[in-house]
């Protein structure tokens, strides 16, 4: 039996047409199908479509397979099916060769369109209304929307020193291995957005880290930050607040788009290294290395912490090149010049407050938000493949009122499709530090594995020197770091890591650290 009825048909037919017309019950002659109230299978126009049917398949049938060939159809019918017809021999003739229709069909498919001019008219008229109307309710089904993420990692850690004591760049000595200690932090986000091309987010965190005489000491609650904390040697997801198991918000920026190339961020909780200076194989301490040394260009972010601030992320016809620019402020909330200089880096602690350096100043700046506690950081990115990436940077800005400035460069490269190769380079200038004008240089080179033995596993070492200064001691501290990525699932990833820290605190008398790490992440 041929097929005849386009799967949409009854459908089209249910929405366009009214109540069919009866046909009755004694038939009289017509010349012309536009006479017709209904279709008969009789009629020449009923079997001339059937014809084109059966050669071009241009009607599939009822959505139960069966035909229904053999009843009579009203003229809006008739014409959906025509329609459809049209549509089907359109195609063929688009991506086939001049021969795929002939010539006896065509004169065909011009007779019957002469014939249900005003039904074929009054079908595409009303199926237009209806996509517009779709277009028109799709346009405005969306509402705003939050939707919920949450991360909580959890690490077993222990260390130790191979020596007599270790004197950190402050002057502090320590004689005694660090207890292992059980390190966490939690957060949760709120994304929600108000026109699909936006984002608020809204970061709730806390973690393990404590403070002292009303400062926070973050990453000391882990060997390598307890043993070595300026330098680059605690736990980066330690070391950030909120902590001392206070909940508090750690982001709450707005991010929107006022063109397809161009995204815009502003808010009073930014991370500049959230969005400069990233790196596909260590980047994020959760998933890959654990220490500040390696996620980051260490000497680049005088103001690691959350500030106030506002981020541009430029890439142009979304092509190989992109350009990003952050400003942010370490103590915008602060209208006086009073009270200590929050958010600032772990090293600017040794050049600037230390209170076991005399003269050190623990106060200063003009604060606020466009006060000289500042920085600005622009980077510039060439990768024309997801193999390869170049980063070069510039920051500088201002710590105490005095002037600093640096440049870096990121390299990633994937050969092989499972091996990467990265390596960051830093160098700096930091103007009127308790060791005087000094010029603190930063390197670290890597490689790793993705996929390494099991699917979504990632693997990696790298070496690197965070803090080279003469100035400060008389060695230069060197870090080792190797980490092993196990994904139990895709919410699960279990992490064992080793750290070596040599020549700690850039001095050659002090002992070798070495620390073990196994972090748990959960994602949800």
């Known amino acids: 039996m041929l097929k005849f009825f386009f799967i949409v048909s009854p459908i089209i037919c249910f929405l366009l047409t009214t109540s069919p017309v009866k046909a009755e019950t004694e038939m009289r002659q017509i010349t012309n199908v536009n006479q017709l109230s209904d279709v008969q299978p009789t009629d020449w126009a009923f079997q001339a479509l059937q014809s084109l049917v059966e050669r071009y398949g241009c009607i599939a049938g009822y959505p139960n397979a069966t035909f229904r060939g053999n009843r009579a159809i009203t003229r809006y019918e008739f014409a959906a099916g025509l329609n459809a017809c049209l549509d089907r021999i359109n195609e063929l003739m688009a991506i086939a060769t001049k021969d795929s229709v002939t010539r006896d069909d065509l004169l065909t498919l011009q007779k019957l369109q002469e014939n249900f001019t005003a ?19 799709e346009a405005s089904q969306f509402s705003t929307t939050t939707k919920l993420r949450g991360q909580v990692i959890i690490s077993a850690n222990a260390g130790g020193i191979n020596g007599d004591r270790i004197i950190d760049a402050t002057g502090r000595q320590i004689t005694n291995d660090p207890n292992a200690t059980m390190v966490f932090r939690a957060g949760f986000d709120l994304d ?41 040697s605690a736990l980066d997801y330690s070391i950030n ?14 991010t929107f788009k006022p063109s397809q190339d ?25 998933r890959d290395f654990s220490t500040q040394a390696f996620v980051n260009n260490y000497v680049i972010f005088p103001i690691e912490f959350p500030s106030a601030g506002a981020v541009i992320d430029w890439k142009p016809n979304r092509g190989a090149f992109s350009v990003r620019a952050a400003y942010t402020a370490a103590d915008a909330a602060n209208p006086s010049n009073q009270g200590r200089l929050i958010g600032t880096a772990p090293f600017i602690d ?37 193999d390869l990436a170049l980063r070069l940077q510039y920051s500088g800005g201002e710590i105490f009122d005095n002037r600093f400035d640096a440049i870096g460069a990121n390299l990633e490269l994937t050969v092989a499709q499972k091996i990467g190769i990265f390596g960051r380079y830093g160098f700096s200038s930091y103007n009127n530090t308790n060791f005087g004008d000094i010029n603190p240089n930063y390197w670290m080179a890597g490689v790793a594995f ?41 919410n699960v990833q279990i992490t064992p890591t080793i ?6 605190a850039n001095r050659n008398d002090n002992g070798t650290i070495y620390t073990g790490t196994l972090r748990t992440t959960f994602s949800f």
């Open 262 to 286: 161009l995204a815009v961020t502003i808010g009073p909780n930014i991370r500049a290294a959230d969005y400069i200076d990233f790196n596909s194989y260590a980047k994020l301490s959760f």
């Open 192 to 232: 929600t957005s108000f026109n699909q091309n936006d984002l608020l987010k809204l970061r709730l965190e806390t973690g393990s880290g404590f403070t002292e005489n009303g400062q926070v000491q973050g990453g000391r609650d882990n060997a390598g930050g307890f043993l070595e904390p300026f330098f680059g």
């Open 119 to 137: 039904e074929l008219a009054t079908l595409r008229g009303r199926v237009d209304t209806l996509e517009a109307r779709n277009a028109q309710l």
């Open 450 to 490: 993705r996929d390494l033995f099991t699917r979504g596993a990632l693997a990696g070492f790298a070496v690197g020197q965070p803090f080279i200064a003469t100035e400060i001691g008389d060695s230069t501290q060197t870090n080792y770091e190797a980490f092993y990525n196990y994904p139990i699932n895709r």
């Open 350 to 386: 040794v050049l600037y407050n230390s209170p076991n350096i005399p003269n050190s100043p623990n106060t200063g700046g003009t604060r606020g938000l466009f006060g000289d506690n500042y920085q600005g950081v622009v980077e510039v990115e060439y990768s024309p493949s997801r």
């Open 499 to 504: 750290q070596i820290i040599d020549n700690a």
């Open 241 to 254: 607040p909120p902590t001392d198991r206070d909940f508090e918000i750690s982001r709450l920026y707005y």
